[in-house]
């Protein structure tokens, strides 16, 4: 089926380790989104890119990293990760909308633990 | 600094009740406003969306309120149902800024 798939559906990692999350879409959106959802904090973005090779930081990027060589996929690597990293990640990507103006379709999302 | 601010963080209203939560925002440079539901275990998914020409927009049971002076908008579900239990989140986005940015988000429980 069409849609935005996340891998790993979870994942439990140790502090300072290296770890990537994977977000593949099966159509050819131009935009596309990590976002982070934590209780009292809402939904907030990592990073974003606009097409393959370009990205830009979003409002909490620190600790992060993306590429995005290939229009299809968009990995977020944590370099080393931290426990304050323990949350649940969401790729998404964007599509113009006729009735609605514009709109997000949104992964399953990555439970990450970080011990 | 939380540029959308919602409330309330949780909601019980009763199976045929309005549902109603708020949002406020202070950017006067954002255009538009959509809302976003979220059923456990999934992604958000588009509900609705206005931009601030109109003052409310209606879909079925779920209707949002605009009030651009007050930099305020709302979200009402008529006639709540327990398929409605989930979390929302309203979010705002400026012209030509091509991001979202989210409120902290709303758990609506509805009990039969």
């Known amino acids: 089926d069409a849609g935005i798939t996340q891998s790993p559906r979870y994942k439990i990692t140790e502090t300072g380790r290296q770890v990537t999350l994977m977000c593949h879409q099966t159509?050819?959106?131009?935009?596309m989104f990590w976002y982070r959802q934590d209780l009292g904090h809402g939904l907030r973005l990592i990073y974003y890119?606009?097409?393959?090779?370009?990205?830009d930081k979003g409002e909490v990027p620190d600790g992060y990293v993306v590429s995005r060589s290939k229009t299809e996929n968009f990995p977020l690597t944590l370099e080393s990760a931290t426990r304050s990293q323990t949350s649940v990640y969401f790729c998404?990507?964007?599509?113009?909308?006729?009735?609605?103006?514009?709109?997000?379709?949104f992964g399953s999302g990555t439970q990450l633990s970080v011990l | 600094q939380q540029q959308v601010k919602q409330s309330p963080q949780s909601l019980i209203v009763q199976k045929g009740g309005i549902s109603i939560i708020n949002c406020a925002y202070e950017?006067?440079?954002?255009?538009?406003f959509p809302w976003y539901q979220q059923f456990p275990g999934k992604g958000p998914a588009l509900l609705i969306a206005i931009r601030p020409d109109v003052s409310e927009k209606k879909e079925g049971r779920f209707t949002i309120s605009f009030n651009k002076s007050a930099k305020q908008f709302s979200l009402h579900i008529m006639d709540s149902q327990p398929g409605d239990s989930a979390t929302y989140f309203c979010a705002a986005e400026g012209r030509g800024a091509q991001k979202l940015v989210f409120g902290q988000g709303t758990r609506l429980t509805i009990n039969p």
């Open positions: 890119s606009a097409a393959a090779d370009i990205t």
């Open positions: 159509w050819s959106h131009s935009y």
């Open positions: 950017n006067t440079a954002f255009d538009y």
């Open positions: 998404a990507s964007k599509r113009k909308d006729r009735r609605v103006g514009e709109k997000l379709f």
